[in-house]
């Protein structure tokens, strides 16, 4: 025979499911999703609240004292830059070279590189010298970049100072560019 203590749990759990289900249709489905989401969020704060007290105890502990202290290096002087500024200039000897350097590269990239134009000048109170060279090059647009970029790295004393770009039509996979590079050179030891 059935047990009678049996067969009231489940007549009542059977009532309760019965009376959940109804409360929930009548509060329809946002009402039941925020209530779940409350309920979640209840419970990841339940959880995260141990961790972050034993983030607390952790964060309260004192550092050890180091054993030594680490100070700094003194910036460098004035006479200090003005050496490393001068150490990084390229050669003035060397201008024509580096000219050539940049034919070279050109070359590498598949650029067509016409004839350049060159200008030196000297500043006294610098000392420093400075080779201009203007330098018209035909190829697709990305090489011409990549080309100015290689230049710049191989010759750290220079700087790109203007890039133009010319194209005759927008379907023209070849573009027409004049490249001003300026090398910043020295004589000797100042």
């Known amino acids: 025979m059935d047990n009678p203590l049996n067969t009231a749990n489940s007549v009542n759990i059977r009532a309760l499911a019965l009376r959940a289900r109804l409360v929930l249709r009548r509060l329809g489905a946002p009402a039941c999703v925020a209530i779940a989401l409350c309920v979640a969020g209840v419970a990841a704060w339940a959880w995260l609240l141990p961790q972050r007290a034993a983030q ?4 309260a502990r004192p550092l050890p ?3 030594s202290l680490v100070t700094a290096p003194p910036p460098p002087s004035a006479n200090q830059n003005l050496a490393d500024f001068y150490q990084v200039l390229g050669e003035k000897r060397y201008a024509e070279q580096q000219v050539k350097v940049l034919f070279d590269l050109a070359a590498k990239s598949n650029l067509v590189l016409s004839q350049g134009e060159y200008k030196a000048a000297y500043d006294k109170a610098s000392r420093v010298a400075t080779y201009q060279i203007i330098l018209p090059v035909k190829g697709p647009y990305q090489a011409i970049w990549q080309f100015a970029m290689q230049g710049l790295r191989e010759m750290p004393f220079a700087s790109l100072d203007e890039i133009g770009f010319r194209r005759d039509s927008i ?3 070849t573009v027409e560019a ?3 590079f300026t090398l ?3 004589d000797g030891e100042p």
């Open 184 to 186: 910043y050179l020295k």
């Open 65 to 67: 004292a180091p054993s």
């Open 171 to 173: 379907a023209d996979a």
């Open 178 to 180: 004049r490249l001003r």
């Open 56 to 59: 607390a105890r952790v964060m």
